[in-house]
């Protein structure tokens, strides 16, 4: 695979990266763009509790420079939707992927451009054969740059060799072992607090799981990952009404109520039940 050329000229806007990142994702687009064209990435501050990204598809068709906005939530997040966008900006110079008034178009096929807007399932959403591709790339060209490629840029900065020697960058195949050891010693730790303590709420229980007393101090993030901690419902000065703790799969462990058993229950559940009230935040969990 070829590395960046001159043809390829990478730019940076909006929030500020270090220089790390910065030779991370010039060394990322230089492998994987497939034609000469300058990319401008434009880094935002995380505001939504969902992943963000973007690149103006109808722009790259007039003929400006691809410009792709993505959220900055670490350096693994960070290389999957730009591995996303990529694909879509390759799509585009192509020819694959372009539109008419009423239409996407991909290889010749139309989709109607408002169904394709309104849609909001990710199920229907990989229907669409050039997002199905952009999210197959999300994982394969990570999984393989950070198995491979990554480290062939030992030397260039201090923090890289860093990530390198104790591998800090993961493929998705030890994320989930890592994972799922983590969330088995939670659903144990949980069992354990309320083996010891027979009368708790779910503050209480969100605490000494995560043995945090202040969980509205700790730092405050926006997507979740296991052993985070789950609170709903804190309006102004009123207190929270529920406190869970996230361990993947979907799902969240919690006490319901004063002096009842722990469970494990869908996090979509309470979520409806508490009306989306929701902020995340992470404790320091060895993870």
């Known amino acids: ?69 993505i959220e900055d939530s670490g350096t693994r997040y960070f290389l999957e939707k730009l591995a996303h966008e990529l694909t879509h900006v390759n799509q585009s110079l192509s020819g694959d992927l372009h539109y008419d008034s009423d239409n996407i178009i991909f290889k010749g096929k139309k989709y109607d451009l408002d169904t394709y807007k309104q849609n909001r399932d990710y199920k229907f959403y990989l229907d669409y054969p050039w997002e199905a591709e952009a999210v ?38 030890t994320q989930k072992v890592r994972e799922g050891s983590l969330r088995d010693k939670l659903i144990q730790m949980g069992k354990g607090v309320c ?26 993030v926006n997507d979740m990952q296991i052993g985070d901690i789950l609170v709903w419902g804190r309006f102004k000065d009123n207190p929270p009404r529920h406190y869970s703790v996230f361990i993947g ?34 404790p320091n969990l060895k993870r």
């Not at 695979?1 to 270090?18: C, D, H, Q, S, Y």
């Open 136 to 173: 197959r790339n999300s994982t394969e060209w990570v999984d393989k740059y950070i198995a491979n490629d990554f480290k062939k840029l030992r030397g260039q900065d201090s923090t890289i060799d860093f990530i390198i020697d104790n591998d800090l960058m993961e493929t998705k195949s």
């Open 1 to 69: 695979m070829r590395r960046i050329t001159e043809a390829n000229r990478v730019t940076f806007a909006g929030k500020k990266l270090p220089i790390y990142d910065k030779i991370i994702i010039k060394d990322f687009i230089g492998l994987h763009i497939e034609y000469p064209t300058d990319i401008k990435v434009r880094t935002v501050k995380p505001t939504k509790s969902h992943s963000f990204a973007f690149v103006d598809i109808v722009a790259i068709l007039a003929g400006s420079v691809p410009v792709i906005t």
């Open 195 to 220: 083996s010891k303590n027979s009368f708790l709420n779910c503050q209480l229980f969100a605490q000494l799981v995560s043995n945090e007393s202040e969980i509205l101090k700790l730092p405050k």
């Open 249 to 282: 799969k979907g799902e969240v462990m919690e006490v319901e109520g004063w002096g009842e058993a722990m469970r494990i229950v869908s996090f979509e559940d309470v979520n409806e039940e508490y009306e989306g009230a929701l902020e995340i935040f992470r």
